[in-house]
């Protein structure tokens, strides 16, 4: 179900390349904003760095297959899931962090931007927006195409274990090494970052909604009965990882359609239930994690060891996640303070150097 795309030892320098300001900048600065940007698997969101304003959205798209139009997105979209006829198509146009629909993903950039609330506020804004290390031309090339369909002026990608360190306000420049564990919706991506720059990187597709389906999966098995994905979710993030730390038998109510009968039906699910489902998932996120630490080179380990590993994005809100990740490695962890905004708002802290960067697409050519 999920791989692993293996450990990539990158070396790669944060400098900031100097840059002029076109008069087109100046003229553009004038009355408009800058916004960081993460699109994820799970969710969308904006910072809107002068405003202080932080906007997510679910990764959602509704679609009329018949007139091949887009028609709703986010939270909306989400919420139809499961209760169209059949010409309408719900989907994510991300799938494992990876852009799986270009149109769909542009849709939703520019629907968001352009969302009610937001009118107006924006007169080709500067993107600064971050993608997995590492990630192909195609997927770079995918992500500026949106951005430019959004009328964007000047586009620029960050890496973003970059974004994170700043959206968390890290001192990195005090530290020798830092390690960034990233679990989204759609992959974990685990970082080890010294003064300059990302040492050692690894990407792999064992994430929260990897967690959701192994649950979904156990709830039919052991059960019989057929849930949702949202159910699913519900219950993980109801029951969380804390099994096995205390062992405390605790319980969760579901519904879903037996598989028997058919007809709808109430359980209780318990937290050894969801630890049987989503540890052999958990598990190898600790393999990764350790492995990355026997990867970086050892002047940058006591840092790690003094600071602990930082935890990021929805997935480490799991309950228990950073004791257990703290009695498995044997290195502390923690959880930063809203782990899904941390990225966008990291890139909008990098929009203060976004002058002194190349438009992204211009290294495209
Ligand atoms: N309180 C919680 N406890 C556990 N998991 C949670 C909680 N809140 C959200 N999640 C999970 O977090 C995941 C979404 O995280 P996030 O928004 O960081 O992903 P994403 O950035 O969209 O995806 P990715 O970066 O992997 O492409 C979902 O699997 C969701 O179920
Ligand atoms: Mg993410």
Known sequence: MSESTGTKKTSR???????????IDWIGSLGSEDIGVDIGTSNIVLFIKHKGLVFPEASVIAKNQLTGEYFA?????????G????????????????????????????????????????????LMMCVPTGINSVQRRALLEAAVAIGARKTVLIDQPLAAVMGMGLETHQKEGTMIVDMGGG?????????????????????????DMAVLNTVRDKYHIRIGQKEA???????????????????????????????PVKIAVTSEDIANAINPILYKI???????????????????????????????????????????IGVSAHVADRPSYVNAVGAGSALNYINDFRDSLQDLH
């Open 233 to 263: 979710e519900s219950l993980k993030i109801a029951l969380g990882a804390s099994w096995d730390l205390d062992r405390a038998p605790r319980v969760a109510e579901t519904s879903g359609l037996s598989i028997v009968s058919g007809l």
């Open 83 to 126: 209760k169209t006829p059949p010409e309408i198509h719900i989907s994510h146009p991300m799938k494992e962090s990876a852009i799986v629909d270009y149109n769909g993903t542009a849709y939703l950039l520019n629907s968001i931007v352009n969302q009610s609330y937001l009118k107006g506020m924006f007169f080709h804004p500067r």
């Open 73 to 81: 997105y986010g939270t909306k979209a989400e919420e139809m899931e």
């Open 187 to 211: 992959s974990t991506k685990i970082s080890v970052l010294s003064r300059q720059g990302i040492v050692v990187s690894h990407f792999s597709t064992e994430s929260g909604n990897a967690m």
């Open 286 to 328: 600790f393999t990764h994690i350790r492995d990355v630490l026997q990867r970086t080179p050892p002047a940058l380990l006591a840092s790690i060891r003094e600071s602990g590993i930082m935890m990021i994005g929805g997935a480490s809100q799991l309950r228990g996640m950073d004791e257990l990740i703290s009695k498995i």
């Open 13 to 23: 320098k944060f400098s900031i390349p100097s840059g002029q300001n076109s008069l």
